[in-house]
């Protein structure tokens, strides 16, 4: 059944892809050459619509811009779409065959791990007539840092605007720190700092045992390892997996002693990260800025934050969430300005307020609401200077499974080699299609 269902699904996106192409041209929304930019007039009536994903709180979010987009302009029928996502594949295939069928969203949301595939299903107009001719444009991009737009470019052209983000970082327990009389390491801290100072804070044994790190235990939460022994899972170009590299062997290979060797996190399978930390049953742990706000509800408040350590090099993982215009939209205009409320400082306030992902400008993220707690909060965004994004191929579907289906075997024991060798292959077969 699940075979048929992704035959179904592939045809369609595929029959939905010559559509798409048949439709022709990459022009970019918004006016041309250097036509001035004028925003659509308040008393003007469309429908615009659009795509959505999140959280309960992002809705809130969302649902916010909404309601003041409908006070900018009361004769226009936002209808905001908010669908929970099982894989980017599904996500995409459903905005492609949308848009084949002449009912794309205007508006779509999108992480960074699904824009690769949403690029090569033409689903997104380049923004470039927009950014080079709105007046307000300039302001909003020089207060995005260049690497959170850098991700969602290519060939030159711009295709979304990015909100929010994430960077993997490392959080400790102060009060655990300073109980075993260790300081605050350097922001240039190293992977044997890191390991000598998880085995001084791994305590006690059996159901008391106490350890030196949580492993986050997902493929954005162990790239940070990779990426900072100069290696990943993909080519730049993102057309080659890399699982078989060397590099990538040895830094999976550390990553599991830290388990099964040196004992200073527990096997991973089954045990959260994210309740070991606030129970101080961890003393750090691996996570991006989405942690906070479950900390805050929950009362703890002791711990603050760390660059990821370096192993050759200096590095962490980076990714964001973003908007598009539809390549088919309508309404460019329309959908331009409300992308622009989507990233504005208002909008921006509520991403900090929230405690989830890390608001994409600066101003936001360096406002006194937002660098309040922990202490050294300016570096969740500070941390783009030496952050990559995450390896997201248009077969990320397939690079995500198949990397954790490794992970599982080589913490299991298995050979490091094999396990990541099967899953090489799976991942340069999806490549080919």
């Given amino acids: ?30 006016p041309a050459n250097d036509d001035p930019y004028s925003a659509p007039a308040k008393d003007v009536t469309a429908t615009i619509s659009i795509s959505n994903w999140g959280d309960p709180g992002d ?53 960074t791990e699904g824009v690769e595939l949403g690029l090569s299903n033409e689903l997104f107009a380049p923004m470039d007539g927009f ?79 106490v350890y030196g790190f949580a492993m986050p235990y997902y493929s954005f939460g162990i790239t940070p390892w990779l990426y ?32 099964t060797k040196h004992g200073v996190s527990p096997q991973p399978k089954g045990a959260d990260p994210y309740q070991l930390f606030p129970a101080g049953k961890a003393a750090m742990t691996g996570a991006g800025h989405f942690v906070t706000g479950g900390f805050k509800a ?5 711990y603050d934050i760390l660059p990821w350590p370096k192993g050759s090099t200096k590095s962490t993982v980076f990714g964001a969430g973003a908007f598009a215009i539809s390549k088919t939209s309508k309404n460019p205009e329309l959908s331009w300005e409300f992308i622009k409320m989507l990233t504005d400082q208002q909008t ?13 400008t600066k101003t936001a993220a360096s406002s006194p609401e937002f660098l309040a707690s922990p202490k050294h909060a300016a570096e969740f965004y500070n941390s783009l ?35 990541l060798q099967r899953a090489q292959k799976d991942v340069q077969e999806a490549l080919k299609q």
């Fill in 1 to 30: 059944m699940r075979t048929t269902i992704r035959a179904t699904v592939a045809a369609a996106a595929a029959t939905a892809l010559l559509a798409l192409t048949a439709c022709g041209g990459t022009q970019s929304a918004g």
């Fill in 59 to 111: 809705k809130v979010v969302y649902d916010g811009v909404a309601a003041r987009f409908k006070e900018k302009y009361p004769n226009v029928t936002v209808n905001n779409n908010f669908t929970p996502i099982t894989t980017w594949t599904e996500y995409v295939n459903k905005l492609v065959t949308q848009a084949a069928a002449g009912q794309a969203p205007d508006v779509i949301n999108i992480a």
């Fill in 131 to 209: 950014l080079k001719n709105d007046p307000q444009a300039k302001s909003l991009r020089e207060n995005i840092d260049p690497k959170l737009l850098e991700g969602f470019s290519k060939s030159g052209s711009t295709y979304l605007m990015p909100n929010t983000f994430n960077t993997m970082v490392i959080y400790y327990n102060t009060k655990m720190f300073e109980a075993a009389g260790i300081q605050r390491p350097s922001d240039d801290w190293t992977w044997d700092d890191f390991l000598a100072i998880a085995k001084k804070l791994t305590t006690g044994s059996g159901a008391n045992k």
């Fill in 228 to 259: 900072s022994n100069g290696t990943s899972m993909m080519s730049n170009d993102m057309n080659t997996a890399q699982l078989t590299d060397p590099k990538l062997q040895e830094t999976v290979g550390w990553v599991r002693d830290l388990v």
């Fill in 298 to 302: 929950a009362g703890f408040a002791d």
């Fill in 348 to 360: 921006q306030k509520k991403w900090a307020d929230a405690g989830a992902a890390v608001p994409s």
């Fill in 385 to 419: 200077s030496y952050a990559k994004p995450v390896a997201a191929p248009r077969a990320y579907n397939v690079l995500d499974p198949a990397f954790m289906r490794a992970m599982d075997e080589i913490m299991s024991g298995q050979d490091i080699g094999t396990s």
